[in-house]
């Protein structure tokens, strides 16, 4: 069965520093990975996926993703956070090849940005 | 509108009675998903739907789930003789295979409290 593991429920960062929201995952085959971002009350809005090719992947919101196939991990970062990229950010797989084409969903990490 | 919408947005009903969400996906999107999501927890999986295939109802937590989905459009999910234990936010989700790998596009959510 896929697994995807969020270890941290919340992250803190201060404005204008480097943030990094971590995830890793379990699955049988090629990993297709996603991350989303949920703002208060707000459905989730899509980020950025790997599917394959270049390991790091740039989305939205000037985020960006680095998939490490020996670590089974793939963070979600950005170089200088803003007080406006405080949400709840969620960790995704699937893996059509040879497990389940639905994503699974880690539980989701909170990302608070200080002024 | 050009996204997924979901109705009702919020839903407060009784122990015992059966309610209806709705969930209306992007035009053309030919898959369509329903998650819970409940207060400190990830999105749990719960039906999807795949062109005229038949729905993957495995996230079903019992019986009194089920969903439908007509003429490839509107999806609705319904709860029989709800319990306090289904208070959650239902969110729903629509994807188009064709445009490539399962980006998920969301909805707002229907909160649904069960007094």
Same mark, same amino acid.
């Given at each position: ?115 | ?12 009903? !009784?122990?015992?009675?059966?309610? !209806?969400?709705?969930?209306? +996906? ?34 079903? +937590? ?22 306090? !234990? ?15 790998? !399962?980006?998920?596009?969301?909805? +707002? ?7």
């Amino acid at each position: 069965a896929q697994s995807v593991a969020q270890p941290e429920d919340q992250v803190n960062v201060a404005e204008g520093n480097p943030l990094t929201v971590k995830c890793t995952y379990s699955v049988s085959g090629n990993p297709y990975l996603f991350w989303y971002v949920q703002y208060p009350n707000r459905g989730l809005q899509f980020l950025l996926k790997y599917i394959t090719g270049d390991n790091l992947v740039k989305g939205s919101y000037g985020f960006e993703a680095e998939f490490n196939k020996s670590q089974t991990s793939f963070h979600l970062k950005k170089p200088s956070a803003l007080v406006s990229d405080s949400a709840l950010y969620f960790c995704a797989v699937s893996a059509p090849s040879g497990g389940s084409y639905i994503p699974t969903f880690g539980r989701g990490t909170s990302l608070i940005v200080h002024p | 509108g050009a996204g997924v919408s979901q109705s009702p947005s919020n839903k407060v009903t !009784e122990k015992g009675k059966d309610v !209806e969400l709705r969930c209306d +996906p992007i035009s053309g999107h030919t898959a369509l998903y329903w998650y819970r999501q409940s207060l400190g927890q990830g999105l749990e999986f719960l039906i999807y739907f795949q062109g005229n295939s038949a729905p993957d109802k495995s996230g079903l +937590p019992s019986d009194r789930f089920s969903a439908e989905r007509t003429g490839g459009s509107v999806s609705t999910l319904t709860i029989q003789r709800t319990q306090q !234990e289904d208070s959650a936010v239902y969110l729903c989700a629509s994807s188009s295979p064709t445009s490539g790998v !399962e980006t998920q596009y969301f909805g +707002p959510g229907t909160r649904l409290l069960v007094l």
